[in-house]
């Protein structure tokens, strides 16, 4: 049994924007709490959170990591994330398995897109959270940063502590109710704080009013309450990098944040006789199981690793719970809690606790264990990950790999929720899709790396699609002869544009409107054939046809030499010839988007997106100073809009898109995909 109660457990992610100084942070808790003999640095490569291979490269957090320490008889479990938006999805994915979210904002900087991301996320999901002011030995930016902080997420934002001589110390302006700090007189803040804590307990406020100051331990439970109800986001201040305040933000985890057994429980959902119903865990280790994976990741070494939080129940070695809706149990041999890249085996996880479990490929990212009697298809409420749009078509350099690319691409989506790969059928390309170029360079150096495959990528093309406007007829004779018997086929035959009312397949409708047998019936299933080949592979540039109409009416053949072979061939070049006469186009996807940017850079990106072929159909005022612009364009004007949006707004800028509708490509861009079209040679 642990040495500590679900009670003692305190469950904090930290995140923010990348250089923020998150993993500098949780090194100096780790050293200060004794976890480790000497705090590392990122640029010596060396901290406990950062301790895979590409972090090191690239100096920041590129993944998730779970860390753990002591404090004043709490045990204190840490998520560290990255916090570059191209990895923002591993962020968001460690949000159901904590308490409280801390978001660390640079005080040389001040509010960033990830920052203002992360805290919509947690205010819509109920999870309490506090912010930390970082770098404030630069003392010219924190006022600014405070100010900037309270203006985008308003008065309940309040500071638990003031930086004080130079940034080189921090003043408690909680429980103390004067003394000077960097920022001016504590009475004001400590007067501030107070008033927001109180105004969620009636009674308090009563004797507050009355009386003019509080104990800490009448402030305590109410404290907690105006967490739990968005009611208050208390400030910290740092400097991460020379020590300053990590004692006090370690105080303010083990006594302010709330325990499992005081935080709003994460919701599940089943369903029953259709109908989706939520349950809660309860943190209580008598309890059945239900823990739900938060992370996967795979190593060389110790094959698949499975994080988790038991949100109710425990989980101990030799157990054989659940994994979904499975009906077959599993075996869980050994536990493990997690220090960086370290585990050490424990003989249960408790309720409230953070655990991992090796080497169980029944486990997934997002499963839910469980004990039997609980929903088989329990799972928790989805959390809101961003789509993956950023594409790079990839094919691997080595013939006959092609089964191990894909076995690795596999792992690498099981460990990503916010990586996918998609064959697009219309250009025959495999395209990865991720957040942004960082996030899929990371990937193709880990198909490398870990997995020895070298990978050609390039921009994937633009899935069009080809029709025609107009009806027109086409005609093709096949006739072969090569010493023995010979091949003949000849079709006559009409292209229409599909009505929408016809009953197509495929976007395609085939009619026999032969008479008089010119065409044996066996052999319109071979001209249909051929037909389909070229909606398929397209007529005038290679892409994929739809929205047609084919008539067969007339045609010959021959009693020795017609065969399937030959009315195949001739059905495709008479198809192909009635397409080349009835106004042919190319339609191209359109994309809806929906930007969110600050407010003053409305027009900027409207005019951007309109220079695309875009049309601006309208934006939508959000809290914060932001705004929500909505437009559709052309896809082939946004493949690198991940790219050009973080250019234009300094990385404040995000963006969800999806497919809308096809539309006819303008004439100069359909002759120049036309005239790059280089088909086949076919022999007649």
């Given at each position: 049994?642990?040495?500590?109660?679900?009670?003692?457990?305190?469950n904090?992610?930290?995140t923010?924007?990348a250089s923020?100084?998150?993993t500098?942070?949780?090194?100096?808790?780790?050293?200060n709490?004794?976890?480790i003999g000497?705090?590392?640095r990122?640029?010596d490569?060396?901290?406990?959170?950062?301790f895979?291979?590409?972090s090191?490269?690239?100096?920041?957090s590129?993944d998730s990591?779970?860390?753990h320490f002591?404090?004043?008889g709490r045990?204190i479990?840490v998520v560290d994330?990255?916090?570059?938006?191209d990895?923002i999805g591993r962020?968001?994915?460690v949000l159901p398995?904590v308490e409280?979210v801390?978001v660390?904002?640079?005080?040389?900087?001040?509010?960033?897109a990830v920052?203002?991301r992360i805290?919509k996320?947690?205010?819509?999901r109920?999870l309490?959270?506090?912010?930390?002011?970082?770098?404030?030995?630069?003392?010219?930016?924190?006022?600014?940063t405070?100010?900037?902080?309270?203006?985008?997420f308003?008065?309940?934002c309040?500071?638990l502590?003031l930086p004080?001589?130079?940034?080189t110390?921090?003043?408690?302006?909680?429980?103390?109710?004067s003394g000077?700090?960097?920022?001016g007189?504590?009475?004001?803040?400590?007067?501030?704080i107070?008033?927001?804590?109180?105004?969620?307990d009636?009674?308090?406020?009563?004797?507050?009013?009355?009386?003019g100051?509080?104990?800490p331990?009448?402030?305590?439970?109410?404290?907690?309450?105006?967490?739990r109800?968005?009611h208050l986001?208390?400030?910290c201040?740092?400097?991460?990098r020379?020590n300053v305040?990590?004692r006090?933000l370690?105080?303010?985890?083990?006594?302010?944040?709330?325990?499992p057994?005081?935080?709003?429980?994460?919701n599940f959902?089943?369903s029953d006789?259709?109908?989706?119903?939520?349950?809660q865990?309860v943190?209580?280790s008598?309890?059945?199981?239900i823990?739900?994976v938060?992370?996967?990741?795979?190593d060389?070494?110790v094959?698949?690793m499975?994080?988790?939080?038991?949100h109710?129940g425990?989980?101990?070695?030799d157990?054989q719970p659940?994994?979904g809706?499975?009906?077959k149990?599993?075996?869980?041999?050994?536990?493990?809690?997690?220090q960086g890249k370290?585990?050490s085996?424990?003989?249960?996880?408790?309720?409230?606790d953070?655990?991992?479990v090796a080497?169980?490929?029944e486990?997934?990212?997002n499963s839910?264990?469980?004990?039997d009697?609980?929903a088989?298809?329990?799972h928790?409420?989805p959390?809101p990950?961003?789509?993956?749009m950023?594409?790079?078509a990839?094919?691997?350099?080595a013939?006959?790999?092609?089964g191990?690319l894909h076995?690795?691409l596999?792992k690498?989506?099981?460990e990503?929720?916010?990586l996918?790969?998609e064959?697009?059928q219309?250009?025959?390309e495999?395209?990865?899709r991720?957040l942004g170029d960082l996030?899929?360079?990371?990937k193709?150096?880990?198909?490398?790396?870990?997995y020895g495959?070298?990978?050609r990528a390039?921009?994937?093309?633009?899935?069009?699609k080809?029709t025609i406007?107009?009806?027109?007829?086409?005609?093709?004779r096949?006739?072969k002869?090569?010493?023995g018997?010979?091949?003949?086929?000849?079709?006559?035959?009409?292209?229409?544009?599909l009505?929408?009312?016809d009953?197509a397949?495929d976007?395609?409708l085939?009619?026999d409107?032969?008479?008089?047998g010119?065409?044996p019936r066996?052999?319109?299933?071979a001209?249909e054939?051929?037909?389909r080949?070229?909606m398929?592979n397209?007529?005038?540039?290679g892409y994929p046809?739809e929205g047609?109409?084919?008539?067969?009416?007339?045609?010959k053949?021959?009693?020795?030499?017609?065969k399937e072979?030959?009315?195949?061939?001739?059905g495709?070049?008479a198809?192909?010839d009635a397409?080349?006469k009835?106004?042919?186009v190319l339609?191209?996807p359109f994309?809806?988007l929906?930007?969110?940017?600050?407010?003053?850079m409305?027009?900027?990106?409207?005019?951007d997106l309109?220079?695309k072929?875009?049309r601006i159909?309208?934006?939508?005022?959000?809290?914060?100073g932001m705004?929500?612009l909505h437009?559709?364009?052309?896809l082939?004007?946004?493949?690198?809009?991940?790219?050009?949006?973080?250019s234009m707004?300094?990385?404040?800028?995000t963006y969800?898109?999806e497919y809308?509708?096809?539309e006819p490509t303008?004439p100069?861009?359909q002759?120049?995909?036309i005239a790059?079209?280089?088909?086949?040679?076919?022999d007649?």
């Open positions: 049994m642990p040495r500590y109660a679900t009670a003692d457990i305190r904090i992610a930290v923010g924007p923020a100084g998150k500098t942070l949780i090194e100096q808790m780790l050293f709490a004794g976890a000497r705090a590392g990122v640029q490569r060396n901290t406990v959170c950062d895979d291979d590409l090191k490269e690239f100096g920041h590129l990591a779970v860390v002591d404090h004043d045990h479990n994330t990255p916090g570059s938006p990895f962020a968001i994915s398995a409280t801390c660390v904002i640079d005080a040389t900087v001040g509010v960033e920052a203002r805290m996320i947690a205010a819509d109920n309490p959270r506090m912010i930390v002011i970082n770098k404030i030995d630069h003392i010219d930016g924190v006022a600014h405070l100010a900037q902080v309270q203006d985008a308003g008065a309940v309040q500071p502590n004080a001589n130079g940034g110390a921090v003043i408690d302006c909680f429980a103390n109710a000077n700090s960097d920022l007189d504590v009475a004001g803040f400590h007067s501030a107070i008033d927001q804590v109180v105004e969620v009636e009674e308090l406020m009563a004797i507050y009013l009355e009386q100051e509080l104990t331990g009448q402030l305590h439970d109410p404290f907690e309450k105006a967490l109800e968005a986001v208390p400030i201040f740092t400097d991460a020379d305040g990590i006090k370690k105080d303010v985890f083990v006594h302010l944040c709330p325990s057994l005081e935080g709003n429980p994460r959902e089943y006789g259709g109908d989706v119903r939520r349950i865990g943190p209580d008598a309890k059945p199981l823990a739900h938060f992370k996967v990741s795979h060389p070494f094959g698949k499975a994080v988790f939080k038991v109710q425990h989980v101990g070695h157990f659940r994994v809706d499975a009906r149990g599993i075996r869980i041999g050994h536990v493990f809690k997690l370290q585990h085996e424990t003989d249960q996880i408790i309720a409230g953070i655990g991992a080497k169980i490929d486990i997934n990212f839910v264990i469980h004990s009697g609980v088989d298809d329990l928790i409420r959390w990950l961003p789509r993956p950023y594409g790079l990839i094919e691997v350099v013939t006959g790999a092609e191990k076995d690795a596999a690498l989506v099981a990503d929720p916010t996918e790969i064959r697009i219309a250009t025959g495999t395209v990865l991720g996030h899929l360079r990371t193709l150096k880990l198909l490398k790396d870990r495959l070298d990978v390039r921009p994937p093309r633009v899935p069009y080809e406007t107009a009806s027109a007829d086409g005609h093709h096949h006739k002869q090569t010493g018997a010979g091949q003949f086929g000849e079709v006559y035959l009409r292209v229409a544009p009505d929408g009312a009953n397949q976007g395609l085939f009619v409107d032969t008479f008089g010119s065409i066996q052999f319109l299933p001209i054939k051929g037909v080949q070229v398929q397209g007529a005038v540039a046809m047609i109409r084919v008539s067969v009416y007339d045609g053949y021959h009693a020795v030499d017609s072979v030959a009315f195949t061939t001739a495709r070049k198809f192909i397409v080349r009835a106004r042919p339609l191209e994309v809806r929906e930007v969110t940017i600050e407010s003053s409305i027009g900027d990106i409207s005019s309109s220079g072929r875009g159909l309208g934006s939508d005022t959000l809290a914060g705004a929500a437009a559709e364009v052309p082939a004007e946004v493949m690198n809009y991940a790219s050009q949006l973080k707004t300094s990385g404040i800028g969800v898109m809308s509708h096809d303008p100069d861009i002759a120049k995909v790059a079209f280089k088909p086949k040679e076919d007649d």
